[in-house]
């Protein structure tokens, strides 16, 4: 036919919303205000562990303002579900986390009251006045130590701390080892992080009694199960709650999950029969939130005298915090599937508890389980490359999963739990990886190193390479809807500021023919969706994209009825569907058309990163002078905001070695409650981050995307880790993910203290 | 307000007092007790693009232009703000475009989920005013008074820098 | 996050000031810049019955030269000390008022309240013990001045009374070629340090370094002077030796207990060596 058609995905198109959130425009949680509105406040354990005596609000209701309180004993027993059947296990379901604390407090924050007043300060004074008498247990704190019998239980009718163990075989590791000519052996810990997005969580609920409809306004990575629950728990149709969607202040994982919070403030919503606003508070946000990451890992790695890695032996426990939230046994899961990473290996064996602690709960927080993974086989690979004296970059390089090879699975063998089977797909793994050497400039960092250190400087690089499992079905569903003004996208998927709008609107666009700005994209209102997921595991972009895709072929075969020609005649072109001779239907009149993605297993993408940095031995400063990163993400759709969420995961990831901690005290008192101790990076501390797009395809969907939002943290953690060991030299160890100031000064001068160990130091 | 000599000086914990700002050119009288911050003041008002990221003057998201200098206003009771001139970023974009200093944050990507942005902007709007000649270096410190969790902030300096240069020029 | 109830008086002088303060009773706190205070507030760590604001208070800002001694008003904005004309002995001051937190903070922020707020690792403490600082304080009973080494009690506690206005620091006269320099080391810009140190001598014309200051941050209870090391420098041609041995008596000097998860005592001295060290090589180069 006539022009060509317009190459939209793969163009670095600007992002839609950017104009509205520059004039400050975009509404956030916080920003909402109805009429009638009031404010919750939540009560929360002081201690880490203890009975719960009782809990008073009598005073705390005669505050002026006050309308409202709430306890464990005026809400029915219910436990918070998990959301992903695959990450459930009956063990699982027996330390879920009610809304309220009933006889036990188990971490500092955990919700034991919830108080309502017409003023968010007047609500904070009620608060202080609910008493609240607990008897204080001693905590469970040590990972490695919460399944001896010395050990306190956090939930005593479970009777252990282990709530799983995790088991995977492959091959034959007690041969392996047996023959290989160098083991290293090593206790790694990842330490604990929060994804701290600049905006807190929050919620608005709003319960009309008339109509019977409950609606709730917040951030909602997973809409439709949030729908699902909180009619469950309120006893409505779930089409009688709406769940919508607003502007959110960066997600990254955390935010939107169901919480405690989320069902109380529907609840009194109900009850009140008023709009009710909870918006969390910073310090409630460093003690409520999910954390992350988390975990020790006892390993050993073997490998021939060649440079061959021949197998791994690994016993970890993965911190839960102190209640199994709504994504299960992820924290346990995603490092099993990410420690064997893109090599060769002949046998493994790994063994991972899922453990329960006296301090916040554990989700997941951008690039889950595969950062934490990548730090461990990497930073291990590095020190069997040091035992053998070989390059780091040319043992990785020759261990490589070969193309020949793929697809490949590491089938597990006997003595493996009930696992999914670890597969790659696909990929050439060393031809991205000699990309990202390229991408870094390797050979000149390596002269970059060689000089500053001829000038008596600590200087080093680090490399990563790892693979990410992304893009989790089990479907999405898509409503394609033709109109006057073009066409609107429904989707389930959810915006955590990632630009999803712009993406699927560039898909939308290309395979319909239709100018850009004529695609409107809705995701907000569950009222107005079909059934989704939402948005997590980079899965936003891979599954609603191929949606789309099946929806563009649905109205394909709608219009070739219409029309009376074959599909394949069908073209469209600017809001028309031309059927060869048989005349043509507007979109519109097509009708609203329903495309569904139906996706088994994970994607598995390739990516490493490479850093140069140097080290101060006198105050133990680690600076990150380049960092470069590449990611195989099929098919770029949008490499611009691609290349920003790939950057922006770096930039996270680099921060969260550098300085960022969660720490804890000997009672489990969380000490960095505050942004000035949870130290996020600032424009000072951060390199420019290079980012290489890697498009090798990917057989597993129709448009050949895999995902790319958390990539950019996944090698982070892995490549800063190893430059400060290759800048230190002999000089300390490196086997801890953070390389905070104090813990390598401590690893240089002192490795006796804790800070050298990755335990944060007790406060005096 | 109390003015000097007055015989009841005190404000009382629960009393709501007048308070006389100028937001963005026009006069705002906000009625608030002794303990409203002025940021939860302004937002009260309809500033909603004054944010809250944490509430103890670490995070910048609150950032606002006071007398033409940004400080933060979580930081500030409202009742501090009696007389003064105060700048959002309502105030940057004429009309319903973008200011020069936006358009910068658009062309260099320097915003993703754009809850920091509205801080950043005040941040830069005082810089560009009072050192119009500031170098990278200068840029990169004063950028870094605010956290941007999407970014990390590189992105922020750019547009700063854009935007610095562009005013040199006389655009 | 929301700071608790209050009662609430904005003094328009001095005289008004400390009548207000006198009348509202021990739970009283002032603000000024309100920088500390804020925070504070706002975590309820603080909860005064009264606060009475002396941010409008005229004739607290400003900074001059009387006979040699150095004067800065209580309401002087760090930003301004930041961008003063102060160098030579003063240089400290200026050295240490950049590098208090960020920019919109050094906006508001006051000499007044950060002395009075006391925080260990506050910049202007250091500078106000290293050059042996006068604090001037005022109440209803009158003037009186205490010198910045009894000033500083504990942590966010100091000498002035409930009832006392903090007015003005006075630096002493110098003698002549007396200069002074700060450094400190914060992890993140902007950060409270983990350690810091205000340094000066007078330089005589043969190179030697007399009437020595040292005064440390963040690793004791207040600033500390580190005496000894002081007196084993002064006459001294601060060359490497006796810098190197300056700065292991000063680290030997700082409080053990000092330290918390972040950077823990051992680190701290060893940071304080550093930065001593670092500050004597300046103070040694030529003005
Ligand atoms: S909200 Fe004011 S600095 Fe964070
Ligand atoms: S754009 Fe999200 S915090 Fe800056």
Known sequence: ?764 | MTGSGSPHPWLGPDEAAPVALTVNGTALEVRVPPRRTLADALRDAGCTSVRLGCEHGVCGTCTILLDGSAVRSCLMLAVQGQGHHIETVESLAGGDGLGPLQQAFDDNDALQCGFCTPGFLMLIESLMRSEPGAGEERVREVVSSNLCRCTGGGPVVAAAQQALASNRDGR | MKPAPFAYAAAGTLDEAVELLGEAGEDAKLLAGGQSLLPLLSFRLARPSHIVDIGAVEDLDSIHEDHGQLRVGALVRHATLEQADLHGPWRALKEAASLIGHLPIRVRGTLGGSLAHADPAGELGVVAAALDAEIVLRSVRGLRTVPAGAFFLAPLMTAADADEVLVEARFPAPGDGFRSVFEEFSPRAGDFAYASVAAGCRMADDGSAHDVRLALGSVGPTPLRAREAEEALSGSMLDDAAIVEGARLAAAGCDPAAGDWHAGGEYRRALVANLVERALRRLRQPA
């Open chain 1, 1 to 764: 036919m006539s022009g060509p058609r317009s190459r939209l995905i793969g163009s670095p198109e600007p992002r839609r919303k950017n104009r509205e959130l520059l004039r400050g425009e975009g509404t956030y949680v916080a920003d909402i205000r109805l009429e009638g509105q009031l404010h919750a406040r939540v009560v929360r354990s002081p201690a880490a562990h203890g009975r719960l005596l009782g809990v008073d609000t009598s005073e705390a209701l005669g505050i002026p303002g006050v309308v409202a309180a709430l306890t464990a004993a005026d809400i029915d027993d219910i436990r918070i579900p998990i959301r992903l059947p695959f990450a459930e296990s009956p063990e699982a379901n027996r330390v879920l986390q009610a809304p309220l604390a009933t006889d036990v407090v188990r971490y500092v924050g955990e919700p034991v009251a919830v108080v309502v007043a017409d003023d968010p300060y007047a609500a904070e004074d009620a608060a202080e006045h609910v008493l609240v008498d607990i008897d204080e247990l001693e905590p469970v704190l040590d990972l490695a130590a919460s399944s001896e019998s010395s050990q306190p239980l956090v939930h005593e009718h479970f009777g252990s701390n282990t709530v799983n163990r995790l088991a995977y075989r492959y091959g034959d590791a007690a041969a392996v080892f047996e023959q290989a000519d160098v083991v290293v052996h090593r206790r790694l810990r990842v330490h604990r992080l929060a994804a701290a997005p600049m905006e807190t969580r929050g919620l608005v609920a709003d319960f009309d009694p008339a109509s019977g409809v409950l609606t709730v306004w917040g951030g909602a990575k997973v809409k439709h199960f949030t729908r699902g629950l909180l009619s469950t728990v309120l006893g409505l149709e779930p089409t009688d709650v709406r769940v919508i969607e607003v502007e959110v202040g960066g997600g990254f994982g955390t935010r939107g999950e169901p919480y405690p919070e989320d069902i109380l403030v529907a609840l009194l919503a109900q009850r009140l029969q008023r709009p009710v606003q909870w918006i969390e508070d910073r310090w409630e946000h460093m003690v409520a939130t999910n954390h992350a990451r988390e975990q020790e890992h006892d390993i050993e790695m073997a490998a021939d005298r060649d440079g061959r890695l021949l197998g791994f032996r690994v016993r970890g426990w993965c911190d839960h915090g102190a209640y199994v939230r709504t994504q299960g046994l992820l924290p346990a899961v995603l490092p099993m599937f990410h420690l064997p990473g893109p090599y060769q290996w002949q046998a493994f064996s790994m063994d991972l508890d899922a453990v329960l602690t006296n301090r916040t709960p554990v989700g997941t927080y951008r690039g889950p389980g595969m950062t934490e993974a990548t730090f461990i086989r990497e930073r291990m690979v590095d020190l069997v490359a040091a035992e053998l004296q070989m390059d780091p970059v040319q043992l990785r390089r020759r261990n490589l999963i070969a193309e020949e090879s793929m697809p490949f699975t590491f089938m597990p063998g006997p003595g493996s739990g009930a696992v999914m089977p670890i597969m790659y797909q696909g990929g050439d793994f060393p031809a991205a990886f000699d990309e990202l050497l390229d991408a870094a400039g390797y050979d000149q960092l390596r002269d970059w190193r060689r000089e500053a250190r001829s000038g008596g400087r600590h200087a080093g690089v680090g490399v990563s390479a790892y693979i990410e499992f992304a893009a989790v079905g089990p479907f999405e569903d898509v409503d394609i809807v033709g109109d006057d003004q073009g066409v609107v996208i429904k989707a389930a998927v959810g915006s955590l500021g990632q630009g999803i709008e712009t993406a699927l609107a560039q898909i939308a666009a290309e395979l319909l023919d239709v100018p850009l700005d004529d695609v409107a994209v809705e995701f907000h209102d569950t009222a107005e969706l079909p059934q989704g997921f939402g948005a997590f595991a980079s899965r936003s972009t891979v599954l609603a994209g191929n949606a789309i895709a099946a929806a563009v072929d649905e109205m394909r075969a709608k219009a070739a009825h219409l029309l009376g020609c074959a599909p394949g005649e069908v073209e469209f072109r600017g809001g028309v569907a031309t059927g060869g001779d048989r005349g043509s239907v507007r979109l519109a009149e097509i009708g609203p058309t329903r495309g569904r993605f139906e996706k088994e297993g994970l994607t598995a993408s390739f990516g490493g990163a490479v850093c140069s940095v140097s080290v101060d031995p006198a105050d133990g400063r680690v600076r990150v002078h380049r960092f470069a990163l590449a990611h195989d993400v099929g098919r770029a759709v949008n490499p611009r905001l691609l290349r920003g969420q790939l950057a922006g995961a770096a930039a996270q990831g680099i921060g969260g070695a550098l300085f960022e901690e969660l720490a804890f005290d000997g009672n489990g008192q969380p000490l960095s409650v505050t942004l000035a101790d949870y130290m996020m990076p600032t424009a000072a501390e951060l390199p420019d981050v290079e980012v290489a797009i890697i498009e090798h395809g990917s057989g597993s969907n129709p448009l050949g995307i895999k995902g790319g939002g958390e990539a950019g943290m996944v090698g982070s953690f892995g490549a800063v880790a190893n430059g400060v060991a290759d800048a230190v030299g002999e000089g300390a160890e490196v086997l801890s993910s953070s390389v905070s100031p104090a813990r390598i000064w401590h690893a240089l001068n002192d490795p006796s203290e804790p800070a050298g160990t990755g335990k944060p130091a007790q406060e005096a």
